[in-house]
């Protein structure tokens, strides 16, 4: 028992011993050290990652995480934002730590001896606090807690949510377009966000955010579209188009990381060559979406990079050869100083310094020659508010920022890359082909309707208008004389038409137009007109045929014998086109007199080719190959390489010969098929063939200009002149429609619009219209900006999307986007009881089409719809669906219901 009694004893010893100890630690917990009850939260969005402890006196010693770069030593911090818990009332004091950042190799500091902090109870309202640079280059900011918890942060924040809201806000409104064009590293898709209309005369590209901790470049573009949405700001858009990239590096502001992306690339770097789509897919998107804008003529004039640093300055590139480029950023920089708080000013642009492509302005200005700029701001000090920003601040720049835009471009720009010359023509638009820069300016407005252009001996441009006038326009003088106004001409619809010139041979002019019979009835003529002391006299009648207020034609074009080609129309009389015994839907051969040529393939027949419906281009090319383009009915647009006594197979072979009906025809009767066929159709208008090494892309292809697609296409030929080998489209929809073309012996494009005229295109026409526009090398391509060139950007088409995709395709030039018809022509979808009514009797009509005169709702209509039976079951239950609802709100039409119809 003893050694037990032993333990015991000592035991009590102990516990004697360690008493004070107890008391003392129970004193210790029953009075909380200092800060026992402050708490740092990160767990919400855009929260920057960091470590934290509270020592002794009840201060927080926060210490900020670093982003790295890629293949450098640089790293940056420069964000924060956490929320502190504390007992209401309490004084907290929070010394932050880590700003010692490395650029370039040297040691730089995100804070300064006027950096604040800003400070929200609900994360909505926000203040500046005041905050102190302390040794150890870090922060100290005192807040006395006005409840258990208070955000604080660098700059007010902006967060993907809010990106949201806005998007939420503004995506129905009809001047607001939402695109995705790329992805994040980590997916976050990237919205690039159009205000106003495509077809306004200007263009301007801002993009936000590269930077994760730069929120106030977010709250600047947020006002930017507001102010432009507002009632002072749609007016506007009157003269430009925004497109907006709001948040570059989503994936930084996700995460609440600084400068570099999630592999370490900063976004507003490298761009002297094309990104890497695996390290940098933001910026390959905004490439890819430039590379888009280039192809279709929609590229920006003037870009803006917005960021907010410790400074806040306009950065200018090194010029280069880009002559105007400094003068506009100086009236760039005036116009910021006068209608917003900017006050820090431009630098940079020296050419001197020899400075490499860095910065996307850099890269913008070199590689696509768009004049282009980084603006910062000073989160720390705005100098035109004398105190630090807010969002309300930067909201109020943005809103300022879109007059600054519009006096921009109502004053003009000048920069642009030179020429050879060293004259500089940078245009409305610049197209980026292979090697070479093209400009895209408009050089005369004010026109009814060109239809034809051509290239006069006299090096000027003659041009008809469907008004009857014939006109004189001298493209270096600017000079204009009218030559001619028809006195017999008809104009419904149509009116004057195509014309050609034989000139400097002989002083005869073509022309051909519409008039009327003492019976009223429609007839065309081509009428030869001597020029003479500045006037077009003498007429005589070559030949005459019965016309109509549609499908006419027509082209003239003088053949390298001397002989006079004419495209006619087959006047809505199908027959008619293979009928030799009448002009409609032929080519036409004739003498300059108007006689019959000896060798034409039927004797005492002007028929030369027939089988046409619609023809609207017809060019000889240099070798001797004559070429016509016409317009299909619902499917098959053609563009023809044209022979002596050819058949071209309207109206029973449309296109290639390749339907089962048509293989019959073509095993009957020498059918000659397209060169090229466009399902669905595109409304061809005139062709020239392009010679000139001037756009050495361009070469041996004939250009062809579209009214339904509004674009030009060039269609590249092989050597021998008799297949086409490629096809690219440029200016889609940028112009509306595109009828007139010809050629200068300099290699100058020239193209009329016809906007003006009975079917104009959606927003059309615009100020201006109808106008002439000139297309012209303007400088070749660096390397780097060609290894830029990639692919189109192809847009994934959502569920459901097909009806709609249809009705563009198929349905919109005629009854147009909204579905409300043209008056007298095409009737309204929208409350049309043929649409929303019987839905058998509707599929009918899609399946055999429909002629003759119409009643809607009262109203006459009397305008031929094409058969839409080529189309798939599947397509045909699409579209209908579609129109039905978008239009009526009424059931969809079913894939089998569409098969029974067919079947009767």
Known sequence: MRPYRRIIRSGCVAAVLCLPIALLLANTYQHERPGRRIYIGTAFENASPLEWSVDSTGRVDIALLYDHERYSVNRSNGHWLFQVQ?????????????????????????????????????????????????????????V???????????????????????????????????????????????????????????????????????A???????????????????????RYCLYILPMANKDAVARGRSRFNSRGIDLNRHWDSA????????????????DEASRRGFLPELAIDLHNDAEGHLHLSPPGSHRGYLRDMHRLDSLLRRYTWYREGAIGGDESAGAPISSIADGLLHRYGISAAVLEFNWEWAAGLGRTPLGKDWEEFGAGLARVFDEYFKTGTSAGPATAAGRVDRGEDTLRLDSTLVGVSTVLTGLEV???????????????????????????????RQLLQLPDLYRKRLGLLSMASDMPRRPWVFVNYLFLKPDSSVWAKVVRYTYENDSLMAPKILIQWPAHIGHNGSRIAIAPDGRLMIATGDITRDSAAR???????????????????????????????????????LVYSPAGRLYSAEHGDATDDEVNLIRKGGDYGWPVVTGYCDQPGEKKWCRLSPIVEPLRAWTPTIAPAALACYSSGAIPEWKNALLLVTLKTQSLRVLQLDRAGTRITRERVYLEKRYGRLRAL????????????????????????????????????????????????????????????????????????????????????????????????????????????????????????????????????RDLAALLTYIRWRFNKAGGVTEKEISKERKQ
């Not at 205000?195 to 200007?202: E, L």
């Not at 006689?595 to 027939?610: E, F, L, Q, R």
Request: net charge positive; hydrophobic share 35%; with cysteine.
């Open 86 to 142: 504390a007992p209401k009332g309490t004084r907290v004091e929070l010394v932050l730590r880590n700003f010692d950042n490395y650029w370039n190799g040297r040691l730089a500091a995100a804070i300064t001896d006027r950096s604040p902090a800003c400070v929200s109870v609900d994360g909505k309202t926000w203040k500046t606090v005041g905050a102190s640079r302390i040794d150890g280059n870090r922060l100290r900011i005192s």
């Open 579 to 617: 009928d030799r015994r009448t002009p409609n839907g032929k080519i036409l051969r004739l003498n300059m007199d108007g006689s019959i040529p000896a060798d034409n393939p039927y004797p005492g027949s002007p028929v030369w080719a027939s089988g046409f419906r619609v023809p609207q281009g």
């Open 742 to 873: 010809c050629v200068s012996p300099a290699g100058d494009v020239y193209i009329g619009t016809s906007n003006r005229d009975w079917n104009p295109p959606e927003n059309f026409p615009v100020g201006g219209d109808d106008r002439i526009i000139r297309i012209r090398r303007i400088g070749r391509m660096t390397a780097g900006a060609r290894a830029a060139v990639r692919g189109v950007v192809h847009a994934k088409t959502t569920p459901g999307a097909e009806g709609a995709i249809l009705y563009t395709s198929y349905c919109s030039s005629c009854h147009k986007a909204e579905g409300q018809g043209l008056a007298g022509s095409f009737p309204p979808l929208a409350g049309n009881p043929f649409v929303a009514g019987d839905k058998r009797a509707l599929v009918r009509i899609l399946l055999k089409g429909l002629s003759g005169p119409v009643q809607v709702n009262g109203a006459g209509y009397d305008q031929a719809m094409p058969s839409f039976a080529f189309l798939k079951d």
């Open 275 to 290: 990104a890497d789509p695996l390290l940098a897919p933001e910026n390959r998107a905004v490439e890819g979406w430039l």
């Open 450 to 480: 060109p239809w034809e252009l051509a290239w006069g001996a006299d090096n000027c441009i003659w041009f008809t208008e469907q008004t009857g006038r014939i006109t004189r326009w001298d493209p270096v003088s600017g000079s204009r």
């Open 144 to 214: 006395d807690m006005p409840a258990d918890s208070l955000y604080v942060s660098e700059t007010q924040p902006y967060r993907i949510s809010d990106l949201r809201a806005l998007v939420e806000e503004i995506k129905s409104d009809p001047l607001v377009g939402i695109t995705t064009i790329g992805h994040t590293v980590e997916g976050r898709p990237l919205e690039m966000i159009r205000v106003g209309r495509p077809t306004a005369p200007h263009r301007v590209f801002v993009r936000a955010r590269a930077h994760g901790y730069e």
């Open 216 to 238: 106030g470049g977010n709250w600047v573009a947020q006002g930017l579209i507001r102010g432009l949405l507002s009632p002072a700001g749609r007016p506007m858009l009157d």
